[in-house]
């Protein structure tokens, strides 16, 4: 028995260990959240609109988004004549893959970062324009008039959208200095006006910032009100048309890891990550204390942003289509591009006195 | 780099597969939207509409030819089935016709409850259609806080009449059964709810920005093409011209009271969805003033007979419905059947003007037309 | 200049004061009497409310009709089957046999106003759901009192 404790805690393997518990982690926790903010959006539209959502299963419906599972997985998974069988199959995989990846390189709490990663920061939109051609794979695949007009407007939504949050990422890079995001969060310590979105003498429109990385975030994750993709109630389904099933069910999860994704960046980022403010930990609560502090924390401001989004949802009508595209060049370019001049102005300006 | 004009882009051959490549696109007769049987066929070029044909008849019932074979009592259910959303306003031209043919004379108190209740039907319609269109346009949240006032107005309804959707409360010569102090109590409290509400929904839809970037300047249609196809209701009173069957030809109790009727000038789906909202607080006008100037006396004259037989000749009443101008016309050869019953219905000639005006138009904006057309399917077959 | 500024900042506006609205109706939404949770609770139904229309009786029990067809003609989906006999030592006709066709009854009341002896009256049934058409297409009033009369010996 000791043979394999010792054999067990060796430096080396206890790294593989570490490795293959954040993965089951993360696999645990994306499924989880996939599975359960279903709940919580359908909640929350019940009680925006006055009544009480799902009831009967389980006690306030909590059991609901495992018969979901249940009956996506039980339907066939077609794949229909004459479609490209490799992209129609491989599209789905493709859009899941780069949202659990991003998840590697999030700080959960001081000491919890499955990978510390110098360059955190560019790792998520490396992966979040995987996202995109994935969905046009998914619409040209489908061999389906009304797939390949839906997945020709969300490409060009989704480009027009990474422009104005490449900029606001510019924006606070500047301000840190850094892209490694365990030292950004590191940075936010102490009080709550040293979140990166009270840091008003070093950008004065900071919160502009933070309200522009939001509406694209929004907009990149094809939710309401920037959700001509999804919602085509005009017409039929969109991208999706043709997928039955899992491979539907698979797409479902994406949208809602994406959405937990860009949340915890605009956490991270803006609001100071698993900082308490006003809070030294002393020694004596043990290693463990300050994990778990920090963790609470961090989903706390998580879980508020992504009830935000279910919000929102449920309140606005659809934009036209041109007006999305609209919004992005003519208002949020320019506005982006006048925050990062601020931003660098103010901070060259202590150097040349 | 020039800027092409609309007609410029689609006849430069850069344009979508090419001058004149046309796919047919239908929007068949089920519809994610609430509309009904509807069928549109599309001729679309890429995005824009280059025709449009509407197909109905997917709801036909022949209510008119039931009107050749059944007596004037047995006909009062089918006039509830037309605009089954107005139902109300709709028994009243027919009980309004038969009323004016056979020189029945009405009690006040009769009238000026059949005015509640219209009204009060006028109210629940628009807020379906406004629920429904705010749907179509993607807001999932209105349509539920217009049902849930929808449902006291219902309530109120059922608590005199019994029914919820195709009342049948008129007979000829007054109501069936008299409106107790429950259902005047209710109707008060009501009036300043709702006008709260409508506070509430002004903020949370007519001023929202997505909203409105959405219907501002959609199908612009102007008076006269509104004319030249008949159209009625709001659809004419939001291009500009100030026609409603309660001031141009006045019937049963509206003399009485004291209302405006909203009318706008620009043409387009805001304008229509402005007189709309209007008109609810013209209506919660008009059943104030009735409730407070209520009469006693009896609810139906007595001395109707039980078989009505219409003397000969060619007979008309309109009513204001809250799609248009509904319009009945019977021929009666002096039996107790009629020879003839035509039916004109608003929605008929409101989307007669979708085909022309929909041309060139993105297709989520000629949806968006469509609804702020307020259409009910049913009500175009009859 | 001053067109896009306010376009902006008012459009900006007008979306929080909805967010707001919506909040608002969320967190009102926590209250107990929120809604009626059918069917574990029901409303009650109006007095007036028009379900199928059953049997009135006299004080003996049996049904006032008199089988003189006076709804059969007034009903305009031709629903109601009506036949009657005349007993001996009675002076009018007693019922034999009342179908009703529900399945094409338009709930319009023509036969309860115009039945001469008040026979007829609207019931207050809505849970109205069956396998079998029969049961609604051939509806018998008169097995319908037998069955509301034992059940009130009891």
Redesign the interface.
Known sequence: MSAIWNFLCQPDVLAVERLLAFLVGIAAFVGVNAAYLVWVERK?????????GP?EVGPQGLLQPIADAVKLMSKQVLVPPGTDALLFRIAPVLIMTPAIMCFTALPYAPGIVPANINVGLLTFFAFGSINVMALMLGGWASRN?YAVISSARVVSQNVAYEIPMLLTIVTVIMMTGTMNLSEIVGQQAGAIWHWNIFQLHRNLLMPVTFLIFYICMLAETNR??F?MAE?E???VAGAFTEYAGMGFGVFFMAEYANIVVGCSLATILFLGGWQVPFLAIPASWGPWAGALIGLTAFFAKLYALIFTVI??R????????Y?LLNLSWK?LIPVSLLTLLLSSVLIKLPHLF | MKVLSKEEALASPHSTGGPNET?V?NLGPQH??THGVLRVKLTMDGEFITNAEPVCGYIHRMHEKMGENRTYSQFLPNTSRLDYLSAMQYTHAWVGLVEKACKIEVPQRAEYVRVITSELNRIASHLVGWGAW?M??????PI??AF?DREKILDLLEHICGARLTFCYYRFGGLVNDVDDVFVQGTKDFIPYMRDRMKTYKK?VTE?I??R??IEGIGPVSQEMCLRYGACGPVLRGSGFKSDVRINEPYSAYKDFDYEIPVYHEGDSMARYLVRMDEIEQSLRIIEQALAKLPEGPFINPKVPRSIKLPAGDYTYATEAARGRFMIRVVSDGKDVPYRVKLRTPCLSNLSLFEEASKGM????A?AFMGSLDLVIPDIDR | MKNIFRD?FGGAWS?VT??R???D??L???RKD??V?YPHAVLPIPDRYRGHIVFTEDDTGKSLCIACKSCEKACPSECIFVDGEKKEGEKKKSVTQFDLDFTKCSLCGACVEVCPTDALRFSKRYNLASTDKVIYAKMDLIKDLQKRQERNKQ
Do not use: C, H
């Not at chain 1, 929350?44 to 009480?52: F, L, N």
């Not at chain 1, 449920?314 to 036209?320: E, M, V």
């Not at chain 2, 179509?136 to 949240?141: A, K, N, V, W």
């Open positions: 929350t539209a019940a009680y925006v609109q006055r009544r009480p009831m008039k309401a009100p959700d919602a109630s005009e017409l919000w929102i449920w309140t606005f009508p659809r934009t036209q289509f007006g208002i | 796919f696109l994610p939207a705010v179509d346009l993607g807001g999932f949240t539920l806080y849930d949370l929202n997505i909203l970037k959405r993105l297709l989520a904006d949806l | 902006v979306l909805g967010m609205i919506t909040l109706q969320f009102k939404n926590f929120r809604n949770p």
